[in-house]
């Protein structure tokens, strides 16, 4: 599924963190936040940041030298909305297609796909927008290798997420007896920490207990919207993601064990919530410097938009197709901003990602958001074929945050030394969403768009880089952090200090300026 991006709503105790697919507790930053604005492209020693140093790279590194190369940059992903104010020109075109006459005119097996195409779609343009998890489409079928660890699975996540029900609902009760003690004591409608600063002693202990059970969840950001959304999500995963008599599948019409069953799908790269493919794109290439909403990371780069992965598990089969597509079709740099903890059809992606190392076209996947050490927790797809090799042009990214002390890894962040190669800006990211605007979310999903742009900005200028080459300096350039930090945890345990560079291959954090310094001498 796409990563949840992580915001703190404090809903109860018993439930802190939210974990929301795609944005759907997102902040809205129309007002585009200075705060947190672009800070992944900052320094840590000019902007006391821990950003990719991408300002840097442009202003002391580039300003007198010309690209040489338009990067393409397959974004593998649940939708990228292609008119978004601040993506425009940064949409890969496939010149060989002509837009709407119904023709494979390229003779790829994809009519009209004029900017990427979408797997999980019919060609009618209806489009999967809901699916079930993996382990749940394993449950249903009732046998094979898998089944016992997906019955498992299915059934602790019926368990966890009917008691998050619960929760929502014992929160929403106290939380609006809070806002209507207040209301009804002094006349004070709350809706945020503003309001909350009127309410005084002098109303009396059960206001001042009202004010102190909101004061928290405002703090942390909380909002009724907010609660809304994690609501709704809830009920998409009771009642969709968990639920074994949905069958979306049926709408597409192929039968997705067969890798040759290929003629599915249609060329709307959008499809029904493109909120997260779009961040995702936006952190890449947003135009710079064009006085709208953020700056992407890489100037001559275009975004290949392939669409496989819905609300729920996308299936290897189309992860496998999506790959090939990108690869076959001129991607330099492919994206993976998505994960799940089974894959069936492994062997389907297996193939496509050794095509992918054969034609030297650089993989890059966010680590996932469990806190999990993924040296020991399988978690798909992986850099590890079937029979234990490594692919070689493959990495996994890490989150990190902005602060250079105990919280520089991201609580929320999986790690290991052996399969996490680095870490990347992760947390607090503002970045495009859906509809010309704009919002504010932490995820590895974010993570591995950062390298991803600053990958494709060294290969603009250094073209006959292999992937090895570009992975070789992505890791060895990274900003090494030399002293402890708090081991990334979600298990509500108290977290234990490590060594940075106990948390990946490198040791550091992606940073444009020294990987196009690097990448000079490799010259």
Excluded at 246 to 257: F, K, M, S
Excluded at 363 to 382: C, F, K, M, Q, T
Excluded at 485 to 499: D, E, R, T, Y
Aim: hydrophobic letters at 35%.
């Amino acid at each position: 599924m796409l990563f949840p991006h992580l915001k703190k709503s404090l809903l109860a105790s018993s439930l802190v963190c939210c974990l929301i697919p795609g944005f759907s507790q997102e902040r809205s930053v129309d007002k585009l936040d200075a705060k947190y604005l672009n800070w992944q492209n900052h320094d840590p020693a000019t902007d006391r940041e821990l950003g990719a140093s991408v300002n840097k790279a442009y202003r002391e590194l580039l300003a007198n030298k010309t690209p040489k190369k338009v990067v393409v940059v397959a974004v593998i992903d649940g939708g990228v909305d292609i008119d978004h104010e601040d993506l425009q020109g940064k949409i890969w075109v496939n010149e060989d297609e002509i837009p709407g006459n119904n023709i494979d005119d390229d003779n790829n097996g994809y009519i009209d796909d004029v900017h990427g195409w979408n797997f999980i779609g019919n060609k009618n343009g209806e489009n999967v927008h809901y699916e079930n998890y993996e382990f749940t489409r394993i449950f249903k079928t009732g046998s094979g290798p898998f089944y016992e660890r997906a019955k498992k699975l299915q059934e602790e996540a019926i368990v966890k997420h009917t008691k998050e029900k619960e929760s929502i609902a014992r929160f929403e009760t106290l939380y609006f007896e809070a806002k209507a003690t207040i209301k009804t004591k002094t006349g004070i409608e709350v809706n945020s920490l503003k309001d909350l600063d009127r309410v005084m002693p002098e109303y009396g202990e059960p206001v001042m207990r009202a004010k102190r059970f909101l004061l928290p969840r405002y703090e942390q950001g909380f909002s009724e919207k907010g609660l809304e959304d994690y609501k709704r999500y809830n009920k998409s995963v009771l009642e969709k993601y968990l639920n074994p008599d949905l069958n979306a599948r049926a709408l597409v019409g192929d039968d997705p064990t067969d890798i040759n069953d290929v003629a599915y799908g249609n060329p709307d790269v959008k499809g029904p919530r493109a909120d997260h493919g779009t961040s995702v794109a936006g952190i890449i290439a947003a135009v710079r410097n064009n006085n709208l909403g953020i700056d992407g990371i890489a100037t001559e780069v275009r975004i290949m938009c392939l669409r496989s992965t819905p609300e729920g598990d996308e299936r290897d089969k189309d992860v496998a197709l999506a790959i090939r597509y990108a690869v076959n079709n001129g991607a330099d740099i492919i994206n993976m901003s998505f994960g799940k903890p089974l894959s069936p059809q492994k062997k389907f992606v297996d193939d496509a990602v050794k095509l992918a190392e054969e034609k030297d076209v650089l993989l890059i996947h966010g680590a996932g958001n469990d806190g999990n050490n993924i040296d020991n927790v399988e978690s798909y797809p992986s850099d590890r074929y079937l029979n234990g090799v490594e692919a070689t042009t493959w990495i996994n990214i890490g989150a990190s945050s902005s602060a250079d002390g105990e919280a520089t890894a991201a609580d929320f962040s999986n790690y290991g030394k052996k399969h996490v190669d680095l870490f990347a800006p992760g947390v607090h990211i503002i970045s495009t969403d859906t509809s010309s605007h704009y919002s504010m979310n932490d995820g590895t999903s974010l993570s591995a768009p950062v390298v991803a742009g600053v990958a494709a900005l060294v290969l603009s200028y250094y073209p006959d880089l292999t992937s090895k080459q570009l992975i070789q300096v992505l890791l060895e350039s990274s900003y090494k952090i030399n002293h402890k930090v708090l081991q990334p945890n979600k298990s509500g345990a108290k977290p234990k200090k490590v060594k940075f560079n106990t948390l990946s291959k490198s040791g550091g954090i992606v940073n444009a300026y020294e990987a196009l310094q690097q990448a000079e001498g490799l010259k």
